[in-house]
């Protein structure tokens, strides 16, 4: 069974940096490009990030880009983002997320979430 | 970046009856070498994550009831559910996967029973 687990967040005040991880497993992890997806409380889904199975392609939205940074380890299965100079409006829940391998950049499959809250 | 417009933002339907939603994008999601749409449906319920029921604009994912359908090409877009279940209450957001990223979701749309 494929399992995204986040863990990380919590509360943070502005300017502040967090780490977010999310670890994958029932699948092979590296065979798969990985998102962040996230969403401010009672909003709609922004995309945030993605990574290439070697880690040698990322992408931003341009909201987060210079302060945010994907990474992974597929020898520990783990989907990172590192989140720097962080902003009130940065506040939402963080899904982690698979993208299929059959359905293009779609996501198939998608992790519970972590809060990450961003005040003073 | 490619805007992703849906309609209506919330829609009420009886049980049974036919529910449509309509998602708009700013430029063609339709790739010409391979005559895909590079567009996805997703289904969210209050507290969980959001779960993929379409693909390349017309391919269900696997176990999801064939009630919903996904139509349309290069910028305009259907989601279809034929005969609402009290299950089916969610928001349903679009999502282009085309090119080079950001792939940006819809807004969204909230269905609810009438």
């Known amino acids: 069974e494929v399992q995204l687990v986040e863990s990380g967040g919590g509360l943070v005040q502005p300017g502040g940096s967090l780490r977010l991880s999310c670890a994958g497993s029932?699948?092979?992890?590296?065979?798969?490009?990985m998102s962040w997806v996230r969403q401010a409380p009672g909003k709609g889904l922004e995309w945030v990030a993605k990574i290439k199975q070697d880690g040698s392609g990322k992408y931003y939205v341009d909201s987060v880009k210079g302060r945010f940074t994907i990474s992974r380890d597929n020898a520990k299965n783990s989907l990172y983002l590192q989140m720097n100079s962080l902003r009130a409006e940065d506040t939402a829940v963080y899904y982690c997320?698979?993208?299929?391998?059959?359905?293009?950049?779609?996501?198939?499959?998608w992790g519970q979430g972590t809060l990450v809250t961003v005040s003073s | 970046d490619i805007v992703m417009t849906q309609s209506p933002d919330s829609l009420a339907v009886f049980l049974g009856e036919r529910a449509t939603i309509n998602c708009k994008s700013s430029q063609s999601v339709l790739y010409s070498s391979n005559n895909k749409n590079y567009l996805a449906w997703y289904q969210q319920k209050p507290g969980q994550p959001p779960k993929l029921l379409i693909y390349?604009?017309?391919t269900r994912e696997s176990g999801v009831p064939d009630r919903f359908s996904g139509s349309g090409s290069g910028t305009d877009f259907t989601l279809t559910i034929s005969s609402l279940q009290a299950e089916d209450v969610a928001v349903y957001y679009c999502?282009?996967?085309?090119?080079?990223?950001?792939?940006?979701f819809g807004q969204g749309t909230k269905l609810e029973i009438k």
């Open positions: 390349w604009a017309s």
């Open positions: 029932g699948f092979t992890f590296s065979s798969h490009w």
């Open positions: 999502q282009q996967y085309y090119g080079t990223p950001p792939h940006t």
């Open positions: 997320a698979r993208v299929s391998s059959s359905g293009g950049g779609s996501a198939d499959y």
